[in-house]
């Protein structure tokens, strides 16, 4: 897959020793975190076969946009490991937030709405398990108008 079709798909993959990076791209900053869940769970199980049945809802509050990258991945992860559900559909919306009304610090407000279905492996086939999110080379960026995401996942 060249690099131009695979920006149109979302998100692309590159190898790390014994883990698997992704760079997932939008033209939002929320479409391309919307990506990011897509490339993570296509690396657990194939999300063509994952039907949008059941839904969860969550906020996260980070002090940046690499730590709620991390702490995104992070709670979809959790979820998955402990309500047995895989995801193949999101809706992200970022906002800035000021820390309190002393400082001039901002934190950044993540609202995710996922759909998916519980994990059925008749249905759906294991690819890679996915143990952990890395911090590791994680980066946030915009280039010319397209949001680039980069993340390390620990196989």
């Known amino acids: ?40 769970f296509n690396v657990i199980t194939d999300i063509s076969k994952v039907k949008k049945e059941e839904s969860r809802e969550f906020e996260i509050v980070s002090e940046d946009l690499v730590s709620l990258l991390y702490d995104y991945l992070e709670e979809l992860l959790f979820l998955q490991d402990t309500e047995f559900l895989f995801f193949s559909d999101f809706k992200v919306n970022i906002e800035k937030i000021a820390d309190d009304k002393s400082s001039n610090l901002e934190n950044y407000k993540l609202t995710c709405f996922a759909c998916g279905e519980e994990i059925d492996w008749n249905v759906h086939s294991p690819k890679s398990e996915v143990k952990a999110i890395t911090f590791h080379k994680m980066c946030v960026k915009e280039d010319d108008g397209v949001f680039k995401l980069r993340a390390i996942l620990d196989l």
Do not use: P, R, W
């Open 1 to 40: 897959m060249d690099n131009n079709e695979s920006k149109l798909n979302g998100y692309d993959y590159f190898d790390v020793t014994a883990d698997i990076g992704f760079h997932a791209y939008g033209k939002s900053l929320n479409e391309a975190y919307e990506n990011a869940g897509l490339a993570m």
